[in-house]
């Protein structure tokens, strides 16, 4: 999927990118769509409700430390962040209500199809509801 630039735009779901803090198996791949976003071969964008879901998970994880650096770290990474409108909200929500997912994981699902894109993911849920390309990026 591209945008009006023609670069190919992904959806950064909290998975991917808490496998990257922690250096997960999927590390290395993100990694490398971060450069492909840095030289504007793609295009990066995150919802701030997954940021939400990533600043949570992180801290409970690891811990708060940890978190905090990231959201220190975020503006330096190739991620536009998005603020969800009405529009957003009422879509995931409509997403949540038809699909056995998570509430971040609909945000991200209506982002990408706001955006005609795919979701770069390692989450099942995603990938099994069938709604959005996946960038598949888990085991």
Not at 17 to 25: H, M, P, S
Not at 42 to 56: A, I, K, Q, V
Not at 67 to 94: G, N, Q, W
Request: glycine fraction near 6%; aromatic fraction near 8%.
């Amino acid at each position: 999927m591209t945008n009006g630039s023609g670069r190919p735009v992904r959806i950064v779901d909290s998975w991917a990118v808490i496998a990257w803090v922690q250096q997960e198996a999927a590390a290395p791949a993100i990694r490398q769509m971060l450069i492909d976003a840095a030289e504007a071969r793609l295009r990066l964008l995150m919802s701030w409700y997954n940021l939400g879901e990533t600043f949570y998970i992180l801290a409970k994880r690891k811990n708060r430390e940890v978190a905090e650096e990231f959201i220190t770290r975020l503006p330096s990474l190739p991620i536009r962040m998005v603020l969800p409108d009405e529009e957003t909200v009422m879509a995931a929500a409509r997403i949540k209500a038809s699909h056995a997912l998570a509430f971040g994981d609909a945000f991200a699902i209506a982002l990408a199809q706001t955006h005609q894109a795919s979701v770069i993911t390692g989450d099942n849920e995603i990938r099994k509801c069938g709604l959005v390309p996946v960038d598949w990026i888990g085991d």
